[in-house]
């Protein structure tokens, strides 16, 4: 399991002692980006080499609810859209998110643009894309409920602090697969909050692919996809199964993910004439078993665009040839 606050704030008791080690070392790692249950869809979330995918302006949000029932839990919201342009004989794509992370009195906040170069090889298309951030981190130590609050160790009111850095991605799409790799933070960025205490963001690294299995039945695929991410000392892969009926403007599916030594979750969605709905729950099977569970909903929109002017499409999603 990588090294990620969200999985130590799991009580008041808990948020003190994080508290604790995030005011008194002066240089904390950790990883901060938060995780979907619905990555599949939101691959600009973590590689900006598959904005503009497919010939479509694509809109998304996600809201996450980790450790549900337990107080200070985890409060993930993401809003995006990409979309691809062509532009100087060549297809390009763009793309905007921010993310919005709260874990007890920390705030992780990101703003993104994105950037991908797209070209046709061996009947697929290859993208390669680079992204930045503005990242912005606060705590609340105004809420900290401690014996010794006159501690000058500790932060009694709210510190903030912002930094820059930069993303890369390369993404290729073929008729029936796709795979990915990508980067964030690969400028380990060093934020300072207040005066005194210091935030060191390692990079972290992406490797997501997925394939479209077409059955006797035209309407039903099952579509097996994976992402393994990892800050280089340790990993988390989440491996999911999604079985997809289809006909005509609708799309539904249900679905298992399975993250080895940490969860599994349960999927459930579809897409509606271009409006996009998913639920997942996720079920820990780690020793860290905290709260309900977590809940996350995905809401998407997506809506055709001519790309040149006879409407020529860059390709077709591998999700629903």
């Known amino acids: 399991m990588l090294l990620n606050i969200r999985y130590f704030v799991v009580s008041k008791r808990y948020l003190i002692i994080v508290t604790l080690l995030f005011l008194l070392i002066s240089s904390l ?59 100087l004989k060549n297809y390009h794509g763009i793309g905007v998110n921010i993310i919005n992370d709260e874990i007890g009195l920390f705030t992780h906040k990101r703003f993104a643009i994105q950037y991908a170069y ?4 061996f009947k697929g298309i290859l993208s390669v894309g680079i992204q930045g951030n503005l990242i912005s981190e606060g705590f609340d130590g105004s809420k900290v409920d401690l014996e010794n609050t006159g501690d000058p160790a500790f932060a ?6 912002s930094g820059m850095d930069v ?18 933070h690969l400028t380990s960025p060093t934020i300072t ?6 935030l060191k963001i ?35 892969a989440d491996i999911t199964g999604r079985l997809v009926y289809t006909h005509e403007n609708k799309i539904f599916y249900g679905g298992v993910t399975y993250s080895p ?22 079920m820990y099977t780690s020793t860290i078993n905290i709260g309900n569970g977590s809940h996350e909903l995905y809401v998407g929109y997506q809506t055709d665009i001519n790309l040149v002017k006879k409407g020529r499409n860059v390709h077709k999603s591998v999700r629903i040839l």
């Open 193 to 198: 909050l207040g005066t005194t205490n210091r």
């Open 29 to 87: 790692r950790a990883q901060y980006d938060p995780e979907f249950s619905h990555y599949f869809d939101m691959e600009p979330s973590f590689n900006p080499g598959s904005v503009g995918k497919e010939s479509k302006l694509n809109i998304e949000t996600a809201y996450a609810l980790d450790f549900a029932g337990f107080k200070d839990n985890p409060r993930t919201m993401y809003v995006g859209a990409d979309m691809p342009f062509y532009a």
């Open 261 to 282: 030594t940490n969860s599994v979750t349960f999927l459930l969605g579809g897409n509606f004439h271009g409006i996009m709905i998913g639920y997942s729950y996720e």
């Open 156 to 161: 009694t009111s709210n510190v903030t602090g």
């Open 167 to 184: 993303a890369l991605g390369i993404y290729y799409i073929h008729r029936f697969w796709y795979i990915g790799l990508s980067g964030q």
């Open 118 to 121: 797209k070209h046709k090889l």
């Open 202 to 236: 390692d990079a972290n690294y992406y490797l997501t692919g997925g394939y479209n299995i077409k059955l006797r039945n035209p309407f039903v695929t099952i579509q097996p996809s994976v992402l393994i991410r990892t800050d280089g000392s340790d990993y988390r």
